[in-house]
């Protein structure tokens, strides 16, 4: 089994795109030299017919932390992100086999992504370079600006501004260099590693790596070399990638404003650093191409039904490996080696281990295909279905939002549309909670990161209600009627267990429901003796040993035939918070049967 290491974060590119480990010499042939290659007229004709996706994705420094207030755009359509660095945009006109996403901030350099657009959402992840100036140099002045790894730019001294004018005085030198090593360079690249080489065919690349240049004058105004001139680069060589580096190799540089590769150049292998002359500045990077067709992969259960969040990857003897998520239609698309049979591997996550739940030989594949996998059960992994609704905090239904579920390390993010969700993906049995969160994309509303424990094998957690201004809440739904929003009045109360007669006690109590009448709402609770948090039943008053929780007092709701559960998933200090969900059934004082579910997510007083 192959060993691939996987990215941490929330939401990865869904996007296999091989860029590792290839022969020594360039190798731009047809695979297996049998027959001429067709090359179209224009390159736009790979990218396939029109289409509508829709997208969501989410920008992130290098730090990984969220970035607000970045543009984002495909085609024609644009969207900022939120605080949590998240953007959506539905009905994105695209290409069957190529979308292009760009990422625009004041202080960044410009990122971008580019996908072979599956059928669902589309997720990808950015990473957004700072735009920090390494040095400066001078108009008529032939200079040379490095890096600490060893990385540098030389300069003749003529630049131009963006209308061609020629431009005299300091010039800010921003260059970042990208290490193929380096697990976050698929997040930092721009577009993704496919390519339109001298003769106008397309090609998927192997990196051995890159660097961005970007000058800016006194003004900040974006500047470049002038007509004629030109600047030498050079960027090291990893030395886990040296024994395998050709003695030369093609230079790319991106176009952004299409959003691919062009083949312009080469470089040579001096050490262990790549040298090469280029007349103009963008992302210039090191790459071996290939042939490559588009593979989609679907994976199933043994009951024909798509699991989505799980981690595909696709290993080349040749390319190595990469991979992405499948979305919520089970399905991850990209290039892959056209020709060469190839290595299939699906995980779950990280956080459950790194073995992998399927594998299987595939291809050669000559033309775009498509395939459809099934995993198979596993004593280890556990399948769950988490659905909800999602309000907005005028009890309006969200229709344009988003969930977040962390499991673990790893964080789904999920599109909401007409106000309800549905997660899939598979658990470990050792760690039975997550925690949610769901922001209201229009209203700029969120709620709060609410921990919940599966029910497995479906978990309804009712409905949330994205209000940020407020920090505490109870809700509950009886069978089908309006969902009880409690906010004012909430107090809780703790006795430790040497103060309690029976047991450790906890009270919760809150007034005043969301549809203006006095709604009433009391929990009463008596906990385990050293850890609080668990699973808990309808406590009996009648039973000075029992544990668990009752809210009959406001609520018609009888001790028989109660089957209402608890989960306390957390108890915070003083000051913290204290979640509760609960669901069940259970019979009024009249003998009828009703259903319940609700969270509590109050902060302790005392």
């Not at 040993?545 to 028989?560: A, K, R, V, W, Y």
Request: aromatic content about 10%.
């Amino acid at each position: 089994m192959t060993n691939i290491k996987k990215f941490p974060n929330l939401i990865l590119v869904l996007l296999i795109s091989l860029i590792t480990v290839t022969s020594c010499e360039r190798d731009d042939s047809n695979s297996g030299g049998e027959q001429q290659e067709n090359i179209p007229d224009t390159f736009s004709e790979y990218f396939g017919n029109q289409i509508s996706r829709n997208f969501l994705g989410n920008i992130i420094d290098s730090n990984k932390n969220p970035i607000e207030g970045v543009t984002v755009s495909i085609g024609n359509e644009t969207a900022t992100t939120d605080s949590n660095g998240v953007f959506i945009i539905n009905n994105a006109d695209v290409n069957e086999r190529f979308g292009y996403i760009k990422a625009e901030k004041t202080g960044y350099i410009h990122g971008s992504r580019s996908v072979v657009p599956s059928n669902g959402t589309n997720k990808v992840t950015i990473m957004l370079l700072e735009a920090t100036v390494i040095g400066s140099v001078n108009s008529g002045s032939s200079e040379t600006v490095s890096m600490a790894n060893g990385s540098s730019v030389s300069f003749d001294g003529n630049f131009i501004k963006p209308d061609g004018s020629d431009y005299t005085g300091s010039v800010d030198v921003i260059m970042h260099h990208l290490d193929p090593a380096d697990d976050d360079m698929s997040l930092q690249m721009p577009g993704m590693l496919y390519a339109q080489n001298e003769e106008g065919a397309e090609r998927m690349l192997q990196s051995l790596g890159m660097l961005v240049i970007e000058l800016r004058g006194t003004s900040g105004e974006d500047l470049n070399l002038a007509e004629g001139s030109s600047s030498i680069i050079k960027m090291p060589v990893d030395a886990s990638l040296m024994s395998i580096a050709p003695s030369t190799i093609p230079l790319w540089y991106f176009d952004e404003v299409n959003g691919y590769w062009k083949e312009e150049g080469v470089a040579t292998l001096q050490g262990n650093m790549y040298v090469g002359t280029v007349s103009h500045f963008s992302f210039w990077n090191c790459d071996i191409p290939a042939e490559a067709i588009t593979l989609c992969i679907t994976a199933t259960n043994d009951d024909n039904e798509t699991l989505n969040n799980l981690y595909t990857t696709i290993t080349s003897t040749t390319f190595g490996a990469r991979g992405g998520y499948t979305n919520e239609n089970g399905e991850a698309c990209g290039f892959v080696p056209s020709g060469e049979t190839l290595e299939l591997n699906v995980y779950s996550y990280d956080f459950c281990g790194s073995t992998a739940l399927y594998t299987e030989m595939i291809g050669p594949f000559t033309a775009d295909s498509s395939l459809t996998i099934v995993v198979p059960d596993s004593p280890d992994i556990i399948e769950e279905t988490i659905v909800g609704s999602f309000n907005t905090c005028d009890d309006d239904a969200v229709s344009d939002g988003y969930v977040q579920l962390r499991y673990g390390n790893q964080t789904f993010t999920d599109a909401v549309s007409d106000g309800t969700f549905e997660i899939n993906l598979l658990r470990c049995t050792d760690d039975n909670t997550f925690k949610i969160k769901a922001s209201d994309y229009v209203n700029l509303q969120t709620t709060d990161s609410i921990s919940y424990t599966f029910t497995t094998p479906l978990t309804d957690i009712g409905t949330i209600s994205a209000c940020n201004a407020v920090t505490e809440f109870i809700q509950y739904t009886i069978d089908d009627n309006e969902t009880i929003f409690i906010i004012d009045g909430i107090q809780t109360y703790f006795v430790e267990v040497s103060d309690a007669v029976n047991g450790s006690r906890l009270d919760i109590s809150g007034f005043g429901g969301n549809d203006g009448t006095n709604t009433c709402f009391y929990l009463a609770g008596v906990l385990n003796e050293t850890i609080y948090e668990g699973t808990y039943g309808t406590y009996d008053w009648n039973d000075p040993n029992d544990t668990g929780f009752n809210i009959e007092e406001c609520i018609n709701m009888s001790n028989t035939n109660n089957n209402v559960s608890y989960n306390l998933t957390s108890f915070g200090e003083v000051g913290e918070y204290i979640d509760i969900n609960f669901g069940g059934d259970y019979e009024d004082y009249e003998g009828n049967t009703h259903t319940i579910n609700g969270v509590v997510h109050v902060l302790r007083d005392n």
